[in-house]
């Protein structure tokens, strides 16, 4: 069975500053995917990055980038010049295969402080 | 483009009752899959539907029904509710998948409230 673990239920980051998510996962594939979803109180998901198992370097989509670390099965989000739009419900999820169902973690909510 | 649509955005229904939640797939897609979300926690997967079969089933009682019509919408359908049934409930449309990725689009979810 899959699941995501993430042990940080809440963040908080100064504007303009660097902050980092965890999330660890477990899953019999050698094959799949992660993502990092958004969540704002619109409660509409929103993809902020993804990273397929296969490929060593490790994802970036501008100030988004992860740090993917297959062996030890750890996915963590970096964000850089953390934004006052970034704040929101941050969730990691896993999908072992494409078009299939996805699993969440618990989420993590960012607080962004001006 | 109107994305994943989904009605109503609220509902409050009463214990024992039925319900009935409705999901319009982003134009081109016809693979969907549901997802509850209870308050304070991350989705989880209840079922998906392609080519108006279930494909796959998470873990729900069979209380928890679907159904895909033939222009790819689908319903998700919740007998008998109890209070443990109140939540977000979250749509997600894509294409099937196979060798090349395909993203999942979410609709902004139904809320379920149960009395």
């Known amino acids: 069975a899959q699941t995501v673990t993430q042990s940080q239920p809440e963040m908080s980051v100064q504007e303009a500053e660097t902050v980092t998510l965890s999330c660890t996962y477990d899953?019999?594939?050698?094959?799949?995917?992660l993502f990092w979803y958004k969540q704002p109180p619109s409660r509409q998901m929103i993809l902020v990055i993804r990273q397929e198992a296969y490929k060593q370097q490790n994802a970036t989509e501008n100030r988004f980038s992860v740090n993917f670390q297959k062996a030890a099965k750890s996915f963590s989000l970096k964000i850089s010049d953390s934004q006052l739009g970034d704040a929101a419900m941050y969730f990691c999820a896993l999908q072992e295969t494409s078009g299939s169902r996805l699993t969440f973690g618990e989420g993590t909510q960012l607080t962004v402080n001006p | 483009d109107a994305g994943v649509t989904q009605s109503p955005t609220h509902l409050i229904k009463t214990r024992g009752q039925q319900v009935t939640l409705r999901c319009s797939p982003k134009?081109?897609?016809?693979?969907v899959s549901w997802y509850q979300q209870a308050l304070g926690q991350g989705p989880q997967f209840i079922f998906q539907y392609y080519e108006e079969e279930e494909r796959q089933r998470g873990n729900f009682p069979d209380r928890f029904s679907g159904h895909q019509f033939p222009n790819y919408s689908s319903e998700l359908n919740v007998n008998a509710l109890l209070l443990g049934d109140s939540a977000l409930y979250l749509c997600a449309s894509s294409l099937p998948g196979g060798e090349v990725w395909t993203e999942a689009f979410f609709g902004q979810g139904t809320r379920l409230t149960v009395v």
């Open positions: 899953t019999s594939e050698s094959d799949y995917y």
């Open positions: 134009s081109g897609h016809d693979t």
